[in-house]
Structure formats: structure tokens, C-alpha cells
């Protein structure tokens, strides 16, 4: 086998398809990233981008053995997102998160079990049910219950733009092609157009189509506020409180500060809804989740929404089975889509499997040519 002179494609630009792009570049691969779309226009900048241990807040990954995978994957990316906060690189910082209960843990197994398991993967886990009065929560909102720990909260826009810089300095080609049909179909076209010799497809919820198989959007959106200023509080910390089963669909509390001068207010699972042109006057939801946050942490009344974007919405991509990171022996494509609302928290640890198996197709391709 040549020492990683092998050509890979990769299907989409997203936070997935640039980090394995750029994984694959560190590993000596030469790599084309091709996309429709790239950021601010894809999904990726939406993201809340928070990272969580499994199943997110948001999220609807409840496949046990996708789950089991998700873990590992979150792992992965939490230590690489750490020290990429450590470098400084933009966009990226390690701050306290905060999640609320409104029972105690030890009488929800799903709570108590998820809890126990992250309080060893994490820095400085701390389980105290007074976070909620010192952290200014509404104590009618009822909330019994609390722990925190600090984690990865990526400021999008800026670690995107850096993404992309990082993939580009290490000699990766990207290009806006938009492929037509599956990529079965296209596949030798495909590899002879752009001189590889594997694919790789990130294409989030465009998989539909270059895969031919069902999948749906969880649509999300996020109230866009000043961090501060003009009697504004100033929030370093994240704040969130999961949906309870057989509750109404819509009760995510979800407060995160961007950066220093924005917080985003959420959150929105709306299943299989398409239109991403919502926002606080003509969809009642995303009225109803922003004064959720307001009744939740009170000193949010005082926030001024930004006047230059005060929603953003997008498009969450989910298909029945959970997250797919996979060789594809029929479609002889690797697959790594359908992250949910944990593409930043898969990110590193998806990229990672992604190249293992790259590795691994290059040298059955290699094999087979030696036989």
C-alpha cells in the first residue's frame, strides 16, 4: 500500500464532511471536498452546537446500539474540542453547562442513568439542586433538581470560517458541484471527474437523494439575543432542560451563550416540517419557545433581540435507523450522515471512525489489486 497517496471525495461541507475532510488531510490523504452549499447557507450554522452526552436535549437518537457508538464518538470530540480550546482556535470554548430537573434524577432511569455515565467523562461535574436559584431559574418553574459540568460550546459562524481554513492549509481542493442522481449511479463518473479513489458522503439530509432512501428533518430554530448590555444579563454558561416524556412536544428550555456578545434561545424538534422561512412572527412555536426561556431565567426579559438576524432555522437530519457511519459494500461508498442535532458532539469522533474505514477500503482495494 502507498503511504496515504490515495485520492478521497467527500460529499458535503458541513461540520461532518469538513472534519473528516480535514482528518483524512492530517492522515496524508489528498482529498476533494465537494458541496452544493456551504456555510453560512447549510444547516451546520444553526446548530445550537453544544456539546452534549447522548441522547442530547434536542435529539431524538434513541437506538440503543446507535447510542452505544454516539458515546464513543461523543468522547472522542469532547477531548479534541478541549484542546482546540486550549489553542484558542476561534469559535471553540470550554464553559459550564447547566441542566435542570424537574424531579429529581434518582427517580427518572433514563436521567439518573445518562448522568452517571457522563459524570466520569467529563471535567468537574458538580450535581447540586440550589444551581437553579443561583443561576437566577424562576423558582416557578419547579426545578428540583440539577448538575452541571463543563463542555465544548462552538460559536458556528467563527469555527466554520475556521473549518474551512484549516481543510484549505492542508492542501484540500473544494468545489461546489451538486451531484444529480444517487451516488451508486454516479459513482465511477464521480471518481474519474475528480481522480479519486474512495467516497465519502456527508451530505446530511441530501443523503436522501445521493442514497435513494427515507429520511426526515427535525426542524429547529434559535432565537438570536444580546449577551449584555442595555440592562441585558450576561450569561457565561449554558442553561437547559431536557423534554419530558408524555409532556407536550415542545418544552426544551435551551440557553447558550454564542460568544461574548450573542445568546441563542431554543429549542424547536418539529418532525418532518421542511420550511426553514419561520420565525417569531409568523410561527407560534418559536413565539412559545422564546418566552419558555423568558419564564424560565426572568433576567432574560431584559435581552435585546438582535435586530440583524433574530431567528435562524434549519433542518436537522434524521432517518429512522439513527446516525449511519459505514462502508456501503453495494453502493461501495463510506457513509456518515444522519447526526441529528449532535453533529458538533459526533463531529471529531465520527471523522475518526471515517478515516478508519477509508484505510480500510484502500487496502481491500489494494489487495484485490495485487491477487
Not at 86 to 94: E, K, L, Q
Not at 115 to 122: D, H, I, R, S, T
Not at 193 to 217: N, S
Amino acid at each position: 500500500m502507498r503511504a496515504n497517496s490515495e485520492k478521497v471525495l467527500v460529499v458535503g461541507a458541513g461540520v461532518s464532511g469538513l472534519t473528516t475532510a480535514l482528518c483524512l488531510a492530517r492522515e496524508g490523504f489528498r482529498v476533494t471536498v465537494i458541496a452544493e452549499k456551504f456555510a453560512p447557507e447549510i444547516v451546520s450554522v444553526v446548530a445550537g452546537a453544544l456539546w452534549e452526552w447522548p441522547p442530547a436535549v434536542c435529539g431524538y437518537h434513541h437506538d440503543q446500539i446507535s447510542l452505544a457508538r454516539s458515546k464513543e464518538w461523543c468522547v472522542t470530540s469532547y477531548g479534541m474540542f478541549e484542546e482546540l480550546a486550549r489553542a484558542r482556535v476561534p469559535g471553540v470554548a470550554m464553559r459550564r453547562s447547566n441542566f435542570y430537573f424537574r424531579r429529581p434524577v434518582d427517580e427518572s432511569p433514563h436521567d439518573l442513568h445518562k448522568m452517571e455515565e457522563l459524570a466520569g467523562k467529563v471535567r468537574g461535574f458538580v450535581r447540586d439542586p440550589s444551581l437553579a436559584e443561583r443561576n437566577g431559574v424562576s423558582p416557578g418553574y419547579g426545578v428540583v433538581d440539577a448538575y452541571s459540568h463543563m463542555a465544548p460550546m462552538i460559536d458556528t459562524d467563527q469555527y466554520m470560517a475556521w473549518l474551512m481554513r484549516q481543510v484549505k492549509a492542508h492542501g484540500v481542493q473544494v468545489r461546489r458541484y451538486r451531484v444529480e442522481g444517487t451516488l451508486a449511479e454516479r459513482r465511477a463518473e464521480l471518481l474519474n471527474r475528480f481522480g479519486a479513489e474512495v467516497i465519502v458522503c456527508c451530505a446530511g439530509l441530501g443523503t436522501a437523494q445521493l442514497r435513494g432512501i427515507g429520511m426526515y428533518p427535525l426542524r429547529g430554530a434559535l432565537v438570536r439575543v444580546r449577551n449584555g448590555g442595555l440592562g441585558g444579563p450576561r450569561i457565561s454558561e449554558a442553561h437547559c432542560v431536557s423534554h419530558v416524556e408524555g409532556q407536550d412536544e415542545q418544552d426544551i428550555v435551551f440557553i447558550v451563550p454564542r460568544n461574548q456578545r450573542l445568546l441563542v434561545l431554543g429549542g424547536l424538534a418539529e418532525k418532518d416540517e421542511w420550511d426553514t422561512g419561520i420565525n417569531l412572527d409568523n410561527h407560534r412555536p418559536v413565539r412559545e419557545m422564546y418566552e419558555r426561556c423568558l419564564a424560565f431565567m426572568p433576567a432574560l426579559r431584559n435581552a435585546r433581540i438582535d435586530p440583524d438576524e433574530p431567528v435562524r432555522a434549519g433542518l436537522r437530519p434524521f432517518r429512522n435507523e439513527n446516525v449511519c457511519l459505514e462502508w456501503d459494500e453495494a453502493d461501495q461508498v463510506i457513509y456518515n450522515f444522519a447526526h441529528g442535532g449532535a453533529g458538533f458532539s459526533f463531529s471529531w469522533g465520527c471523522a475518526k471512525e471515517a478515516v478508519a474505514l477509508v484505510r480500510s477500503a484502500v487496502a481491500d482495494r489494494e489487495y484485490s489489486y495485487s491477487c
